[in-house]
């Protein structure tokens, strides 16, 4: 067998099938194009979900007859002058042009700004026809029509026309968030018309007709900057939450990616604060020299390799916990707007109450008595972290509790989370505010205080530590021994005291008292596997907060416990003072707040 030179159609066709997996791809390269023609308007339309029809129409720099005909060809580009270390473009590899025009039947119609004719080039199936003028504004027309007509087998796995047509619009999302002073508009048989106007110098305007209002409303500013990287973007409050991580937008130096490491750090950032299965929210801009990140690494460019991972991770989790830490302890105006609508009697859950009789004890000329509540059985006196120099009264005592929360210091409604009034089926305080309602559940609330106590004491001090009967040897390649030796000052403050013993393998003498009986086997692999990945050992350091995040769940104040007057406050003045205590160790809100404005539009008074 004899080694023989591809024709150039072929290995078109064969590089197609990195660079254009569907058309999605297509039309990624293809905005992509015209971004870097510097485009201010931006029209996309498709038919078929993409696979009949692919049109993109761009009022960028155009291009000339002779540029027309490079174009088409492989390899061919105008955006790599300084080379691979320096590029400032999102398109740089030469091939997608040449790669659809191998599967697919290509048009391009282009004229440059200051000319007066307009030129066209076709490639069909691989197939150049000759440059021919044509008339046309200034700027380019891109047109893609039965994509992958050439490649049969191809067309097999695609995805139904709906889907395909759900790709491209992701695609115009992600570019529209990116690029907010270039107008997008799609539009096609396919789909209803998409239309994200610019929005020159407001990002947040541009992520909210993308997202929606409600990440506006339910996100914090992210500005920071260490050793020449800065990562800038909006990062949605803890209880504002997705299923799915569709909600998540990362670029790099203006270049949407989907880069893991990305994923792994934002994962970090919110953990113990979104619940499990659950996704946050956020847009994150990072910009760093061009010489400190590879984005050749795939033809599709949508994963990059930073030089230093452990510098971008470390400032991706530690800025937007900062964040969060400054101002991300509300509730989300979306839990807000479920508790109206539940109010509502349209509401799906309303069953209106059947008619009574007014009794004597019950008259509206009388203040209204809860009937049987000194009746209720005593509760024992309980001694709780944070609010421990109250006891639980007796039930007699207990008995007037509303009325004297009415006498409670008025000046308390001026804190972020009022005055206590009320406390509801024994588990949620009802709290009143300058300009609004806060109905606190009052085990999420503790719990939360009780494991921010112990992650403080968890950073502030060596972790006590079990000796082990007799030590345990774990083989591992030596290279992986290597690692794991150069985090051992790190990990011993956390409990994990271990040698080295022998090329290959390692000696565990402690373990972290925390844990109990563990699998040290796969506790050490697990750290072995991440350090290899990420350069880090935050591993056991999760393991070890999931441990005081389940501390703390038994620990805390429970749900049918009553609380005084003072035990109220007193647990609203600590969630003031605690960061994160707007939503519990599992993610789920402590608190909302329903603002006097709502309460009177529920009653039709606005």
């Known amino acids: 067998m004899t080694i023989k030179l591809l024709p150039e159609t072929l290995i078109n066709q064969i590089a197609a099938g990195e660079v254009i997996e569907r058309p999605a791809s297509a039309a990624k390269e293809l905005i992509e194009n015209a971004i870097d023609a510097g485009a201010t308007r931006i029209e996309i339309a498709t038919s078929g979900g993409g696979k009949s029809l692919l049109r993109i129409v761009d009022n960028g720099s155009g291009m000339g007859p002779e540029d ?143 997202i929606g209002k409600d990440f506006e409303d339910n996100s914090i500013e992210i500005d920071a900057e260490r050793e020449g990287v800065r ?100 509730s989300s105006t979306t839990a807000t707007r479920s508790m109206m609508d539940a109010f509502r009697p349209g509401f799906s ?42 006891a639980a009264p007796s039930a007699r005592t207990e008995a007037p509790i509303i009325a004297a929360a009415e006498t409670a210091q008025p000046d308390l409604t ?70 794991l030796m150069e985090h051992a000052n790190d990990l011993k403050r956390l409990g994990l005291v271990y040698e080295r013993f022998g090329p290959g393998a390692i000696l565990i003498r402690e373990t972290p008292a925390m844990l109990g009986e563990t699998d040290i086997q796969g506790l050490v692999k697990d750290l072995v596997d991440e350090i290899g990945e990420w350069d880090t050992s935050r591993g056991l350091h999760a393991r070890l907060e999931h441990v005081a995040a389940t501390m703390a769940c038994h620990g805390s104040v429970r749900s049918g416990r009553r609380l005084r007057v003072e035990e109220m406050n007193a647990l609203l003045r600590q969630m003031e003072a605690t960061p994160g205590s707007g939503q519990c160790n599992h993610g789920r809100p402590t608190y909302i707040e329903l603002k006097l404005a709502d309460i009177e539009r529920l009653f039709g008074r606005s």
């Open 68 to 210: 027309l005909a490079l174009a088409v060809r492989r390899h061919c580009t105008s955006k790599l002058e300084r080379g691979l270390e320096d590029i400032r473009t999102l398109g740089f590899r030469g091939e997608a042009l040449p790669s659809i025009g191998s599967v697919a039947k290509l048009s391009i119609v282009s004229r440059l700004k200051d000319a007066n004719d307009a030129f066209e080039v076709s490639v069909h199936g691989g197939k150049m026809s000759d440059i021919r003028p044509k008339a046309a504004n200034a700027g380019t027309v891109v047109e893609v029509r039965d994509l992958f007509f050439a490649t049969p087998a191809r067309l097999k796995f695609l995805k139904t026309e709906k889907a395909e047509a759900g790709a491209i619009t992701e695609v115009v999302r992600r570019m529209a968030i990116a690029f907010p002073h270039i107008r997008f508009t799609l539009s096609g048989t396919d789909r209803s018309l998409l239309e994200f106007p610019a929005t020159p110098g407001d990002k947040l305007a541009r992520i909210a007709q993308v």
């Open 414 to 483: 001026r804190h972020p989370l009022g005055a206590a009034r009320a406390q509801l089926h024994e588990n949620y305080i009802v709290a009143q505010t300058e300009n609004g309602v806060v109905i606190v559940d009052q085990h999420a609330a503790h719990e939360r205080l009780v494991f921010e106590d112990m992650r403080k004491a968890l950073r502030d001090r060596d972790l006590p530590t079990q000796a082990l009967l007799i030590p345990e040897i774990i083989d591992l390649p030596e290279e992986d021994c290597d690692r």
């Open 349 to 390: 859950g309303y069953r209106a109450p059947p008619a009574q009789n007014w009794t004597a004890q019950q008259s509206p000329s009388r203040p209204f008595e809860p009937m049987g509540f000194a009746e209720q059985p005593q509760t024992s006196p309980l001694r709780q972290q944070g609010f421990a120099d109250f």
């Open 231 to 330: 990562l800038s973007g909006y990062a949605g409050v803890p209880t504002f939450h997705r299923g799915n991580s569709a909600h998540q937008f990362a670029f790099v130096n203006g270049r949407p990616v989907n880069d893991k490491l990305i994923i792994s750090a934002l994962r970090g950032a919110y953990a113990e604060t979104v619940p499990s299965g659950r996704y946050p929210a956020a847009v994150l801009d990072i910009e760093l020299d061009p010489a400190l990140v590879d984005v050749n690494v795939h033809p599709a460019k949508s994963d990059v390799r930073f030089r230093d991972p452990g510098l971008v991770r470390g400032l991706i989790v530690g800025a937007i916990r900062q964040a969060l830490l400054r101002e991300g302890d509300r």
